[in-house]
């Protein structure tokens, strides 16, 4: 599959913070997802994007689908201590694969 | 409704043993996926089920690994002999159709090696 930069690696919130996350790749895409893991089970389906430019939100999650087709975003605002976990991205092409990326890790800062 | 539901959740196992992955897919879903995520990387996709048959096995590390679907229904994934790079969180994904964002993954077997 393609490789997916995903960055940051981790990251420490405090409630009530913004938060955002990203992805890049070289290749070309015709849908962008995030999934989240929670500590202990798979990953889950947050948003899914599917348009060039496309503006998603799920309730305080908000995603974009990069105009080039090669990079998509994820914000999480006025964050709450169950968003920890591990945040994906997978991006889907023409094979109808996913690629995934390495994950960022939320977590609560103390 | 059952999600997908996978056995053993952890298993430590010593380098040379074989070991054996267990999938229960959600009911009614011919799709069916393994991928794994050694620790830190990306989840990376292993092979693709339709129904009993092997769709696409292109992410099958090596002939160590043999994954079989009998019947179509429950998947098994097995790894002879372990080696250390073994490794990592195994998950097996379902859906109903071949576009696969919809996938509901189970909760993941922590495979060991050591």
């Known amino acids: 599959g393609q490789q997916l930069n995903q960055s940051p690696q981790s990251m420490f919130i405090q409630e009530g913070e913004d938060v955002s996350m990203n992805c890049t790749s070289s290749s070309i895409f015709n849908t962008w997802l995030w999934y989240k893991q929670d500590p202990g089970e798979g990953p889950v389906l947050l948003i899914a994007l599917y348009k060039a430019g496309e503006l998603t939100s799920n309730g305080r999650l908000t995603a974009q689908f990069g105009i080039t087709r090669k990079d998509s975003f994820l914000n999480i605002s006025a964050s709450i201590p169950s968003d920890v976990g591990i945040y994906f991205c997978?991006?889907?092409?023409?094979?109808?694969?996913?690629?995934f990326g390495a994950g960022t890790t939320v977590t609560v800062r103390a | 409704e059952a999600g997908v539901t996978q056995f053993p959740s952890h298993s430590v196992i010593e380098k040379g043993q074989t070991v054996t992955l267990r999938c229960d897919p959600i009911?009614?879903?011919?799709?069916l996926y393994w991928y794994r995520r050694v620790m830190g990387k990306e989840i990376k996709f292993l092979l693709h089920?339709?129904?009993?048959?092997?769709?696409?096995e292109s992410g099958m590390p090596n002939n160590r690994f043999l994954a079989e679907r009998t019947g179509g229904t429950y998947s098994t994934l097995k790894v002879q002999p372990a080696e250390l790079e073994d490794s990592g969180v195994y998950f097996c994904?379902?859906?109903?159709?071949?576009?696969?964002?919809?996938?509901?993954f189970g909760s993941g077997t922590q495979l060991s090696v050591l």
């Open positions: 994904a379902s859906s109903i159709g071949r576009i696969n964002e919809k996938l509901f």
């Open positions: 997978a991006g889907r092409s023409n094979d109808y694969k996913l690629s």
């Open positions: 009911s009614g879903h011919d799709n």
């Open positions: 089920f339709v129904k009993e048959s092997k769709q696409d």
